[in-house]
Structure formats: structure tokens, C-alpha cells
């Protein structure tokens, strides 16, 4: 009887012990592990935790964490309005053209994220991360800065084939606006509204005629152009018209000591002529190494079409 006392007294105690080490267990673990701002500023810095089974995985699960408050996702706004409209077949890869760009400024703002404390315990790590409020908003801020100056100097001239580039400019900005007035708590005003740009789109409705002149050029470059000034409300004839595009490509072989492979260098010329003068031109070259020419044509058929995309504008065909 003594025997069986004796063996509940010490079960009762180890019971009691195993509870009292799992409060301390619990009390042991710092605050910032599940109330991260008790140890930062709300008003001066971001803060997120994370853990992991070292200080590496810990240290990248609080930087995720933290990265998960700038997540953006560029919406279907813009696509829904443009679906109806099959003058602008455009509207999905401006998408993901602005997707990718404030993808790449948010990453560059998070590379500024601090790792401001880190503490271990029964074999596993935790982390805090910190990312300064002012420091974010200067690097979106100075981002911000670059567009606008791009949509005042656009808008200013309002060239119909400036379209893509300012919607796409006026969406990324709209993105990234967000996320500033989420660091600055308010948001900067635009120098021109995506309500502004769709007006404006929809009243240029005459469609001016303009003849393409060629030599040897890919189909794939005049079907880039085709569908560029298309989209801009002019109307690709096939006589001579009071606006003409002259378009070229040269190539240059060049010297490569490579077996099987050949160097090529090529350049696109586009110049505008209107009533008979010839007014500006656009050149861009790339060199690329390919089993032959024609492969070497379609390794520059991306960065030739993104050329177009971006400058053909510059040519002030309005």
C-alpha cells in the first residue's frame, strides 16, 4: 500500500513538472515571435516572422512574409474594357508587360529588408524582418518620378501610335501607386488618368491612310508594323498616299572562327515621309551568332518587334 502512495506521489509530481517546463517553454519564446510590432516602429518600418529549422530558412520565411504585403496583381480592368475592341489585341501582353515591371520594382524595394532579430529554440529558428518605411518609399517614389516624366512627355504630344506605351506606363504607375500609398499612407496624383487615356483613345476614330514601303524585309517585321498602326487608328494601304513608312534591313556578315556557326549583325531603318519630305528616322542593330541567316533573323525577331513597340512613335507620324 505504502509502495502504490509512493508511485502516484511521483507520477503527480512528474505531471506537475512537465506542465511547469511547458509554461516556461512558452514564456521562454520572445514576444516578437507572434507580435512582431512590440519590438519595431509601425510608423517607421514593415515588420513580418518567419521560421524555419536553421536561420537561413527562418531568415527567407520572414523575408516572404514580409514581401506578402507588397504582393501585387495586376487585375483583368484593363482587359475587360479592351476585350470588346478588337483594335487593341493588345491588352493581355501589356498585362504582363506591367506585371513583370512592378514585379522588378517591388523586388528592388525589398532588397532593403533587414533581418532585426533571430532566436532559436528546441530546433527551431525564428526570425524577424524589417523593411524602413522611408527607405521603401524613396526607391517607389524615385520609380514614380521616372514614369510620370515618361506619361507628361507622351500625353504632351499625344501620338496615337504613344498608345500601348502610355497605357502601359499609366497601369504600372496605377500598381505602383499603391504601394506607395501603402508605405507614405497616401497615394501621389497622376499626371494624367487612366480615365483621361481611354477618352482620349476612343476619339481618335478617323483612320489616316498610310502606305509601307519595303525591300527585303521579313513578313514578321511588316506584320509588327501593320498591326502597331493599326492599333493606332491608321489604315495600312496598298497605293501611295500622302503618308508613307520607307522600312529596311541590312545585314552584315561578319568574321566568327566558330565551326558551324555564322555572326550577322543586322540593322532596321524606319523613316516617315509625308507630302513627298522626308521627315524622322528610327535605326536599331543587333548582332547575333546562328547556324545561318535565316535562323539568325528569327533570333533578333523579339528585340526588333519590342524596338517597334517602344519607338515608333518617334517617328510622329500625327
Known amino acids: 500500500m505504502k509502495n502504490l502512495v509512493f508511485l502516484i506521489f511521483l507520477s503527480a509530481c512528474s505531471l506537475f513538472k512537465l506542465g511547469v517546463e511547458d509554461r516556461i517553454s512558452e514564456v521562454e519564446l520572445p514576444n516578437w515571435i507572434f507580435s512582431p510590432y512590440e519590438l519595431c516602429q509601425e510608423n517607421l518600418e514593415f515588420c513580418a516572422t518567419g521560421e524555419g ?31 470588346s475592341d478588337q483594335r487593341y489585341p493588345w491588352h493581355a501582353s501589356v498585362s504582363m508587360e506591367v506585371q513583370k515591371s512592378v514585379s522588378e520594382s517591388i523586388n528592388q524595394v525589398l ?35 521616372k514614369i510620370d516624366q515618361e506619361l507628361e512627355v507622351l500625353w504632351k504630344r499625344k501620338q496615337r501610335t504613344s498608345l500601348r506605351k502610355i497605357t502601359s506606363l499609366s497601369l504600372e504607375r496605377e500598381k505602383l501607386n499603391e504601394r506607395y500609398s501603402l508605405i507614405a499612407g497616401v497615394p501621389r496624383p497622376a499626371p494624367v488618368t487612366y480615365k483621361q487615356i481611354l477618352v482620349w483613345r476612343d476619339s481618335r476614330t478617323v483612320s489616316e491612310p498610310v502606305f509601307i514601303k519595303s525591300g527585303q524585309v521579313p513578313d514578321w517585321i511588316m506584320d509588327k508594323i501593320r498591326e502597331l ?53 528610327i535605326f536599331s542593330s543587333e548582332t547575333v551568332m546562328a547556324r545561318n541567316q535565316t535562323d539568325a533573323l528569327l533570333k533578333v525577331k523579339s528585340f526588333f518587334n519590342n524596338y517597334l513597340e517602344q519607338h515608333l512613335s518617334d517617328l510622329n507620324l500625327d
Open 229 to 281: 498602326l493599326t492599333e493606332a487608328g491608321f489604315r495600312v494601304v496598298s497605293t501611295q498616299s500622302e503618308k508613307v513608312l520607307e522600312v529596311n534591313i541590312s545585314s552584315i556578315k561578319e568574321y566568327l572562327n566558330v565551326e558551324g556557326f555564322e555572326k550577322y549583325t543586322f540593322t532596321l531603318g524606319v523613316s516617315c515621309i509625308v507630302d513627298g519630305v522626308k521627315g524622322k528616322e
Open 111 to 145: 532588397e532593403a529588408v533587414q533581418i532585426k532579430k533571430r532566436f532559436k529554440k528546441d530546433g527551431l529558428s525564428y526570425s524577424l524582418a524589417s523593411l524602413d518605411r522611408t527607405a521603401a518609399g524613396r526607391l517607389v517614389s524615385a520609380r514614380l518620378d
Open 53 to 83: 529549422k536553421n536561420f537561413n530558412d527562418s531568415d527567407l520565411s520572414a523575408k516572404s512574409n514580409l514581401a506578402s504585403i507588397f504582393e501585387v496583381q495586376v487585375t483583368s480592368e484593363f482587359s475587360s474594357v479592351t476585350t
